[in-house]
């Protein structure tokens, strides 16, 4: 079964740095892009970035460039989303999320086909 | 970078049909991906490529695509229907990124 665990919720101050996880099973880790994905409190999905952990090319949404970092070890088929610095407004569920194509006759076709649960992270003085 | 933009809130009788649409430039060149999100939970791939659905979401749910409009269909809303969805597609103005549609909330009275 194809699976994305996420590591379990933090509670954090302003200033302070942060490291969650998304520990992937069920599938060749190295062969599919990982995506995350940001819902501040009784908002919509943000996306954030994707890595390819292959070869660890990354890629960001211009509004989080410079705000975190997006990591993997393929050693241990885990994809991580970081911060050296949290803001309040950091205050918000993460998810990390399979990337997959699809193929056909005429082309191909996307799709974040796997979720993680979810990582809450409160950032609050 | 560019937009998609959703309806805010639909709602739709038990048994009946609802359409709920997305709206952006990207959508004339890549396809639109839908995503259910019940309360509490995260989101779920419903349809992907225009109209393909992943193994085990019902038939009731079809996509389509017209110009800078893709919709995703509910024929016979169902109670757990009741939910938020979202669409995202590829940005049209930088390679390999994404962006969210803005959301529907759907109701089923």
């Known amino acids: 079964e194809v699976q994305l665990v996420q590591s379990g919720a933090e509670v954090k101050k302003p200033g302070e740095s942060l490291k969650i996880s998304c520990k992937a099973s069920g599938y060749r880790f190295t062969n599919y892009w990982i995506g995350w994905v940001r819902q501040m409190p009784g908002k919509g999905l943000e996306w954030v970035g994707l890595i390819y952990p292959g070869d660890s090319d990354t890629r960001y949404s211009p509004s989080f460039e410079g705000q975190v970092t997006i990591s993997a070890d393929a050693s241990v088929t885990a994809a991580y989303l970081e911060w050296r610095s949290l803001k309040a407004s950091d205050t918000a569920i993460y998810y990390c999320?399979?990337?997959?194509?699809?193929?056909?006759?005429?082309?191909?076709?996307?799709?974040?086909?796997?979720w993680g649960q979810g990582t809450l992270v409160t950032v609050s003085s | 970078s560019s937009e998609l933009t959703q309806d805010p809130a639909v709602s739709v009788a038990l048994g009946q049909t609802v359409r709920i649409r997305c709206q952006g430039d990207?959508?004339?060149?890549?396809?639109a991906s839908w995503y259910q999100q019940k309360a509490g939970q995260a989101p779920v791939l419903v349809i992907y490529g225009v109209n393909n659905r992943p193994s085990g979401i019902p038939v009731r749910f079809s996509g389509s695509s017209s110009g800078t409009t893709a919709s995703l269909t509910i024929s016979g809303a169902q109670a757990e229907d009741d939910a938020d969805y979202y669409c995202i597609s590829r940005d049209n103005s930088v390679k390999h990124l994404y962006v969210f549609g803005t959301g529907t909330k759907v109701s089923v009275l």
């Open positions: 990207s959508l004339r060149s890549y396809n």
């Open positions: 999320t399979r990337h997959n194509v699809y193929y056909h006759y005429t082309g191909s076709d996307d799709a974040y086909d796997v």
